[in-house]
């Protein structure tokens, strides 16, 4: 009797279970909130045990239906609101509230960039960069460049060279040095251009007709020497170049070092230096004597850059002592006779090898500071003054000394060219208005040249001034 009385409750617990479970008549609601405004989200809850997906909005929520007994998890996604992974569970829950967390959105960064109308150029402009600039630098300018078809080279020497283009060279050729016009002693073969070619990370060479912008001088053309620019210096860095020449037994090394704070990223700095030292150079089967170089560079850079104005300001120190090989003096048409018949030169102008540099040859030294600002109008357009004052010394040791003892004795230079150069400019590149596009400039030279020592090339004041515009008109193609 009793084991029939225990079977008959197991049997009633066991149904009244499984009526239980198999009990799929529940249901529940639910409403989705921003959990922060507690405002009412519309949003898609999906249940993926169930295979099945609802909508909540903003006035009912949602519901679901026959819901049988048991646990069930769900994900509620919504764009902007992080999404959430949870578990609903039956009959327990009758009420779903499901509360959003606001997602943040990390975009990548972009930059608008406005590009100037690009203009139609009356402009052949080759410019050396990279390898090519890389080959440049440790030499002279005019080695630098006579890998530019049509620049060839007039060289009085190991160390002196000029460039020459379309034939013509010295004052027929415009140099400008980051934007400032290169004035030195330019009278002779032997007057090479004072340039550090370290100092640019672009060598250019402009022929055409808007050459004639920069005046008469830039007949045969313009050569840009143009470091780097301020405004793209960002962080702390620097490098160091190193060139070895086995002719001459030499070598040129240069090192930069730049720096803009992270706080006040507008200032911007750069300092520069270049040596180069050069011993006497051979051909094949002797050395020719007095033929080295010593050279000592230094430039130095400061701005305050913005993106619609700035101020910078810029120094650069250019000091070399150059040797003249004996041998390259022609005196009359003997010695000239007799350069051309022998097959070496004579005996006096060979020697050892040797870094000393005797009589003659050169002292140069050419200083250059230069100031420039400039201001962006949105509606006018872009604004740029400039102010330059250099100052070029040229000392020139002829072979023989002074036959005055007590003259001799002083070492001075046989001749001595002093130059000092003030350039300003203004100019003003305007937006384009009815298709033309272009830019206007005034300018303005003061310049005083005076010599020590024996009659050459007379003093002389030169006072300059100018106008310029230039414009371009582009209609559909």
Same mark, same amino acid.
């Given at each position: 009797?009793?084991?029939?009385?225990?079977?008959?409750?197991?049997?009633?617990?066991?149904?009244? +279970? $499984?009526?239980?479970?198999?009990?799929?008549?529940?249901?529940?609601?639910?409403? &989705?909130?921003?959990?922060?405004?507690?405002?009412?989200?519309?949003?898609?809850?999906? +249940?993926?045990?169930?295979?099945?997906?609802?909508?909540?909005?903003?006035?009912?929520?949602?519901?679901? %239906?026959?819901?049988?007994?048991?646990?069930?998890?769900?994900?509620?996604?919504?764009?902007?609101?992080? $999404?959430?992974?949870?578990?609903?569970?039956?009959?327990?829950?009758?009420?779903?509230?499901?509360?959003?967390?606001?997602?943040?959105?990390?975009?990548?960064?972009?930059?608008?960039?406005?590009?100037? /109308?690009?203009?139609?150029?009356?402009?052949?402009?080759?410019?050396?960069?990279?390898?090519?600039? $890389?080959?440049?630098?440790?030499?002279?300018?005019?080695?630098?460049?006579?890998?530019?078809?049509?620049?060839?080279?007039?060289?009085?020497?190991?160390?002196?060279?000029?460039?020459?283009?379309?034939?013509?060279?010295?004052?027929?050729?415009?140099?400008?040095?980051?934007?400032? /016009?290169?004035?030195?002693?330019?009278?002779?073969?032997?007057?090479?251009?004072?340039?550090?070619?370290?100092?640019?990370?672009?060598?250019?060479?402009?022929?055409?007709?808007?050459?004639?912008?920069?005046?008469?001088?830039?007949?045969?053309? &313009?050569?840009? &020497?143009?470091?780097?620019?301020?405004?793209?210096? @960002?962080?702390?860095?620097?490098?160091?170049?190193?060139?070895?020449?086995?002719?001459?037994?030499?070598?040129?090394?240069?090192?930069?070092?730049?720096?803009?704070?992270?706080?006040?990223?507008?200032?911007?700095?750069?300092?520069?230096?270049?040596?180069?030292?050069?011993?006497?150079?051979?051909?094949?089967?002797?050395?020719?004597? @007095?033929?080295?170089?010593?050279?000592?560079?230094?430039?130095?850079?400061?701005?305050?850059?913005?993106?619609?104005?700035?101020?910078?300001?810029?120094?650069?120190?250019? @000091?070399?002592?150059?040797?003249?090989?004996?041998?390259?003096?022609?005196?009359?048409?003997?010695?000239? %006779?007799?350069?051309?018949?022998?097959?070496?030169? /004579?005996?006096?102008?060979?020697?050892?090898?040797?870094?000393?540099?005797?009589?003659?040859?050169?002292?140069?030294?050419?200083?250059?500071?230069?100031?420039?600002?400039?201001?962006?109008?949105?509606?006018?357009?872009?604004?740029?003054?400039?102010?330059?004052?250099?100052?070029?010394?040229?000392?020139?040791?002829?072979?023989?000394?002074?036959?005055?003892?007590?003259?001799?004795?002083?070492?001075?230079?046989?001749?001595?060219?002093?130059?000092?150069?003030?350039?300003?400019? +203004?100019?003003?590149?305007?937006?384009?208005?009815?298709?033309?596009?272009?830019?206007?400039?005034?300018?303005?030279?003061?310049?005083?040249?005076?010599?020590?020592?024996?009659?050459?090339?007379?003093?002389?004041?030169?006072?300059?001034?100018?106008?310029?515009?230039?414009?371009?008109?582009?209609? @559909?193609?």
């Amino acid at each position: 009797m009793k084991l029939k009385l225990y079977l008959i409750v197991s049997y009633l617990l066991i149904y009244s +279970f $499984t009526s239980a479970q198999n009990n799929c008549s529940y249901n529940f609601k639910g409403l &989705v909130f921003d959990s922060i405004t507690n405002t009412q989200l519309e949003a898609i809850i999906i +249940f993926p045990e169930k295979n099945k997906t609802v909508f909540s909005n903003t006035s009912i929520g949602f519901s679901i %239906d026959s819901v049988c007994v048991g646990s069930y998890e769900y994900y509620v996604e919504l764009l902007g609101y992080k $999404t959430i992974k949870a578990t609903v569970y039956i009959p327990q829950t009758k009420k779903l509230d499901i509360y959003l967390a606001p997602a943040t959105i990390d975009l990548k960064t972009f930059t608008k960039v406005e590009h100037k /109308r690009e203009e139609i150029e009356a402009l052949n402009k080759i410019v050396l960069k990279d390898i090519e600039l $890389t080959k440049a630098q440790g030499t002279t300018l005019g080695e630098g460049l006579k890998s530019i078809s049509g620049v060839n080279i007039l060289s009085t020497g190991s160390n002196i060279v000029k460039p020459v283009i379309h034939g013509m060279h010295s004052n027929r050729i415009l140099i400008l040095n980051n934007g400032v /016009r290169q004035e030195g002693q330019n009278w002779g073969s032997e007057h090479a251009p004072e340039i550090d070619t370290y100092l640019a990370t672009s060598l250019s060479v402009i022929k055409g007709a808007n050459a004639v912008r920069y005046g008469s001088d830039a007949i045969a053309g &313009v050569i840009l &020497v143009e470091p780097k620019k301020l405004n793209d210096i @960002n962080k702390l860095g620097g490098e160091i170049n190193m060139v070895g020449f086995s002719n001459g037994i030499g070598a040129a090394s240069s090192g930069i070092i730049e720096y803009s704070p992270k706080k006040i990223n507008a200032i911007k700095a750069r300092v520069q230096g270049t040596m180069r030292k050069m011993g006497n150079v051979h051909t094949p089967n002797y050395i020719l004597s @007095n033929t080295g170089v010593i050279e000592k560079n230094y430039s130095a850079a400061f701005g305050y850059v913005k993106e619609n104005y700035g101020v910078e300001l810029f120094r650069s120190s250019f @000091n070399t002592e150059v040797a003249l090989f004996k041998g390259s003096h022609i005196g009359n048409l003997t010695d000239l %006779d007799y350069a051309f018949t022998q097959a070496k030169p /004579r005996k006096e102008f060979i020697d050892s090898f040797t870094y000393k540099i005797d009589r003659p040859k050169q002292l140069i030294v050419h200083e250059l500071n230069k100031a420039n600002a400039y201001y962006f109008s949105p509606r006018l357009g872009k604004f740029t003054f400039v102010y330059a004052y250099q100052t070029n010394k040229r000392s020139e040791f002829d072979a023989h000394r002074q036959r005055n003892n007590y003259e001799a004795a002083k070492n001075k230079p046989e001749l001595q060219f002093n130059l000092t150069t003030q350039t300003a400019d +203004f100019i003003w590149e305007h937006h384009v208005i009815r298709g033309f596009s272009g830019s206007v400039g005034f300018t303005g030279l003061w310049q005083n040249n005076y010599y020590e020592g024996r009659n050459l090339i007379p003093n002389f004041l030169m006072q300059s001034y100018g106008a310029f515009a230039i414009e371009h008109f582009t209609k @559909n193609k």
